[in-house]
T-cell receptor, first 115, second 113 residues
Framework: KNQVEQSPQSLIILEGKNCTLQ??????????LRWYKQDTGRGPVSLTIMTFSENTKSNGRYTATLDADTKQSSLHITASQLSDSASYIC??????????????FGKGTRLSVIA | EAQVTQNPRYLITVTGKKLTVTCSQN?????MSWYRQDPGLGLRQIYYSMNVEVTDKGDVPEGYKVSRKEKRNFPLILESPSPNQTSLYFC????????????FGQGTRLTVV
């Protein structure tokens, strides 16, 4: 069964500190892996998208890594800001026989950045 | 501005009263889909559409219908809503189904009493 597991479930850090969020997946066949930021009650917003051949991608203070062999990804946030408080969702795109490419969503890591 | 627009943002309705949640995108995207998000669960796909007049079921399609008569619009229809359809709904679109960024709407919070 296609699954995406994220850890930790929640995290509290001080403003200015770095943090790393983890994602393990069992999705097959794999198409790509995405990280989204979701503010409470709002739609997810894309941070990065990586295909099988990419093992790192940055977007400002966000850096995502992908190890397709171990089926693990991480999202590193540098010099956190209060506005980084949100849920971070790891999403893996599969490929089905019907041609659909469903997005398999993790449950997210709830990050709180405090002053 | 490129965007996915859902309406309404909030809706409270009674069991059995048909409703439609609209979704419109202005990016000429081919691929559109509907998700629901419930506490403790990740987003789950309800229906998707690869292009005009091409729709298919996602993971949790029971109790929902969709249509794709025009490229920009992808309404979600609940013919006879039930309390277990109380949820936060998101519409998303992407240029194609492969390796392209998905843009999400702002969400529709539906309560069925």
């Amino acid at each position: 069964k296609n699954q995406v597991e994220q850890s930790p479930q929640s995290l509290i850090i001080l403003e200015g500190k770095n943090c790393t969020l983890q994602c393990n997946y069992t999705v097959s066949p794999f198409s790509n892996l995405r990280w989204y930021k979701q503010d409470t009650g709002r739609g997810p917003v894309s941070l990065t998208i990586m295909t099988f051949s990419e093992n790192t991608k940055s977007n400002g203070r966000y850096t995502a890594t992908l190890d397709a062999d171990t089926k693990q990804s991480s999202l590193h946030i540098t010099a956190s800001q209060l506005s980084d408080s949100a849920s971070y969702i790891c999403v893996v795109s599969a490929v089905t026989n019907s041609g659909n490419t469903p997005l398999v969503f993790g449950k997210g890591t709830r990050l709180s950045v405090i002053a | 501005e490129a965007q996915v627009t859902q309406n309404p943002r909030y809706l409270i309705t009674v069991t059995g009263k048909k409703l439609t949640v609209t979704c419109s995108q202005n990016m000429n995207h081919e691929y559109m889909s509907w998700y629901r998000q419930d506490p403790g669960l990740g987003l789950r796909q309800i229906y998707y559409s690869m292009n005009v007049e091409v729709t298919d079921k996602g993971d949790v399609p029971e109790g929902y219908k969709v249509s794709r008569k025009e490229k920009r619009n992808f309404p979600l229809i609940l013919e006879s809503p039930s309390p277990n359809q109380t949820s936060l709904y998101f519409c998303a679109s992407s240029l194609s189904r492969m390796n392209t960024e998905a843009f999400f709407g702002q969400g529709t919070r539906l309560t069925v009493v």
